[in-house]
């Protein structure tokens, strides 16, 4: 099994080889930013990974999702922010880091349908102090968080709007995979979940740095019904926006079944 990795801070919970959980399954680890991820999901270059929700809604027909597991966030969730010399509304250009997909489509929603306008996207290449507003996310987010004279965090604009969690990753299967190793699929998603509870039980067995614990803490990690709430909701937004063609619905890897106990 080749499983696709994020590269982050954030997936640390998630880190079985971590926590010691051993999923009694053959696998390596393929690690990159959520780009690298989503794209060689899409290629089939990994058979499971941790995508952004936005790639899962532009192929839902070919992907499960895992259900409980998500990275999400109820208020701030402070490493997916712009950046900006101006207050956000006199924005006119912004770069977008290249890492994302959620987090760019995101930044549409929130200029086009919150406030109105369409600035000129571009991509960021290089130095952000020559830029005006630049979006950034994970690693890079947190380390440049004080970069700038205003700092917004997108998590928190879409829960003022729509008082609704934000859902930026989902762990995911290609369906014809999940039909020929069933039981390996749900034994890793098991592991995964297993994980994230160790993980946050027992957290400082695994960092000290009390900013990371913090950050960490602050994220949220579930999938619940109003999370899928969110994504209908981001997802008909994208749809409106012209970024996807239909709406997407949501699948998920049938659980209960494989494990018995569950
Ligand atoms: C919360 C975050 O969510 C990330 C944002 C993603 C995106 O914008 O496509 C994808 C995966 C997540 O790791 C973050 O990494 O800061």
């Known amino acids: 099994m080749k499983i696709g990795w994020i590269d982050y801070l954030n997936t640390m919970p998630f880190d079985f080889e971590?926590?010691?959980?051993k999923p009694d399954i053959n696998?390596?680890?393929?690690?990159?930013?959520?780009?690298?991820?989503?794209?060689?999901?899409?290629?089939?270059?990994?058979?499971?990974?941790?995508?952004?929700?936005a790639h899962y809604m532009e192929n839902f027909n070919q992907y499960l999702i895992f259900p409980e597991l998500s990275i999400s966030s109820y208020n701030k969730v402070k490493s997916v922010i712009i950046l900006?010399?101006?207050?956000?509304k006199e924005i006119d250009t912004i770069y977008l880091t290249g890492e994302s997909k959620t987090s760019r489509y995101l930044t549409k929603v929130i200029f086009e349908k919150f406030f109105g306008k369409v600035p000129d996207y571009r991509e960021l290449n290089g130095n952000l102090e020559e830029k005006k507003?630049?979006?950034?996310?994970?690693?890079?987010?947190i380390k440049y968080a004080d970069a700038k004279k205003y700092r917004y965090d997108l998590s928190q604009i879409w829960a003022e709007k729509t008082g609704l969690p934000f859902v930026f990753a989902l762990w995911c299967v290609?369906?014809?995979?999940?039909?020929?190793?069933?039981?390996?699929?749900?034994?890793?998603?098991?592991?995964?979940?297993?994980?994230?509870?160790?993980?946050?039980?027992?957290?400082d067995r695994f960092l000290t740095?009390?900013?990371?614990?913090e950050y960490l803490k602050n994220l949220d990690y579930c999938l619940t019904q109003e999370h899928?709430?969110?994504l209908k909701l981001f997802g008909s937004y994208l749809k409106e926006l012209g970024i996807l063609k239909e709406e997407p619905?949501?699948?998920?890897?049938?659980v209960k079944d494989e494990l018995g106990q569950i």
């Not at 971590?18 to 959980?21: Q, R």
């Not at 507003?133 to 987010?141: N, P, R």
């Not at 740095?209 to 614990?213: A, L, Q």
């Open 174 to 203: 290609h369906r014809n995979y999940y039909e020929r190793h069933i039981s390996e699929t749900v034994k890793l998603w098991k592991a995964l979940k297993d994980s994230k509870e160790i993980f946050f039980k027992e957290i």
């Open 84 to 88: 900006s010399d101006s207050p956000l």
């Open 249 to 254: 619905q949501f699948h998920f890897v049938e």
């Open 18 to 21: 971590l926590t010691g959980v």
């Open 209 to 213: 740095d009390s900013r990371k614990i």
């Open 133 to 141: 507003a630049v979006l950034l996310i994970g690693d890079s987010a």
């Open 27 to 53: 696998y390596t680890l393929i690690r990159g930013v959520p780009s690298q991820i989503n794209s060689l999901f899409s290629q089939k270059k990994v058979d499971i990974g941790f995508i952004s929700s």
């Open 228 to 230: 899928i709430e969110s």
